[in-house]
């Protein structure tokens, strides 16, 4: 090759390379963002807000699952933390809250679930252990009942 198609090879290369294999070339010279380790910065994160919105919640006295039922009706309704922390804070309920803004209680819950674990690192196998025994108790309190009121009938029987 000579000198001079040897340059014009190189130019291409240099000036086409980008415009060819964009995709390729985008992480050049740029550190991927470095991983979430707090708790609030995973919560930040995940709502695409500033770290300063969750520890401010944390000052007024939210703790983690509070905060994240906050955002998650922010984000849903439109409206800022702030904004549907002072009606919390005026003394309305979270089925109260989720209510006037027509979200459902049972989402609001399975959501506020889903991400907290999220948050937390706990995997689903946890999640899942830790509701077990609940909806085992609402089984036998059922099944007690219905014990009890055969045993009444048979009694009455009798």
């Known amino acids: 090759m000579k000198k001079g198609e040897l340059g014009l090879v190189l130019f291409l290369w240099i000036f086409l390379t980008p415009i ?3 995709p390729c070339l985008s992480g050049w010279g740029r550190k991927p963002p470095s991983e979430p380790k707090t708790i609030e910065e995973k919560i930040a ?16 006295g939210y703790g983690t699952e509070e905060i994240i039922k906050l955002l998650i009706l922010a984000t849903a309704t439109g409206k800022r933390a702030d904004e549907i922390s002072i009606i919390r804070e005026e003394g309305m309920s979270w089925e109260g809250i989720a209510k006037w803004y027509g979200v459902e209680m049972s989402t609001l819950g399975k959501e506020t679930q889903r991400l907290l674990s999220e948050v937390e690192g706990r995997k689903e196998e946890e999640i899942k252990e830790e509701e077990e ?13 219905k014990l009890e009121m055969e045993k009444t009938e048979s009694d009455e029987l009798r």
């Open 20 to 22: 060819l294999f964009p």
């Open 45 to 60: 994160s995940k709502f695409h807000i500033e770290q300063g919105v969750v520890l401010a919640l944390e000052e007024k």
């Open 133 to 145: 025994p609940e909806i085992e108790l609402e089984i036998e309190k059922e099944l007690r009942k």
